[in-house]
């Protein structure tokens, strides 16, 4: 039997059609959908620098088990839960306690209204100022000083958050008080934990 143009033409659209659907059939590719392997390439974690209190300075450290949102409010929130149980053996403490704070973030104006309203000493208005500013930092390459207010039983003081003078890195997990590591030397506290010069609050 001869086929007429018309009846070719027809027979190769046909074949066109399924030739898709056969070789995926063959090679047991699924006709439709999306196939994912494996999870996608994500970089470096990020985390957060908390920053607490050993000797009498800054103290910052790491966090990043467990969280989720890598934002000011965060790195607050996690700085008032203070030193971990092996810190704390280590001397780590803090000068912030107390119920988590309401934290307000308009752009570059932070507003910290502590629940527990008494005066914080200004050594933790330092903890604030260098995690608000690292917490910034990881959220936008370069950022300009932040106007930070803290609301405390003193009632409202306003400085800058800046990475300008607060510790660039954390420190090594610290021993327990009275281990070779970790503690004070002979001749006194090493440079990297003397107490830093920080920003003025405003009374």
Known sequence: MTRTPR??????LLLASATPLLLAAGCRIPGTGVVEVGEPATG???????HLVKDGALYPVVRSEGVT???????????????????ALGGV???????????TVDGDRVLIELVRQDRLP?????????????????????????????????????????????????????EPVG???????????????????LPQSEP
């Open 7 to 12: 009846g070719r033409r027809a027979a190769a």
């Open 44 to 50: 470096v974690r990020p985390v957060l620098l908390v």
């Open 69 to 87: 949102s890598f934002d000011v409010t965060t790195a607050v929130n996690l700085v008032f839960r203070g030193p971990q149980p092996a810190e």
């Open 93 to 103: 403490t803090t000068e912030l306690s107390g119920s988590r704070p309401r934290v």
């Open 122 to 174: 200004r050594l933790g208005v330092n903890q604030l100022v260098c995690t608000v500013a690292a917490a910034r930092a990881l959220e936008t390459p370069a950022p300009g000083p932040a106007e930070l207010t803290v609301a405390d039983g003193s009632g409202r003081r306003t400085v800058q958050a800046t990475e300008a003078d607060c510790p660039a890195e954390a420190g090594p997990a610290p």
């Open 179 to 197: 281990g070779v590591e970790g503690g004070v030397g002979p001749d006194g506290p090493s440079s990297s934990e003397l107490p830093l010069p």
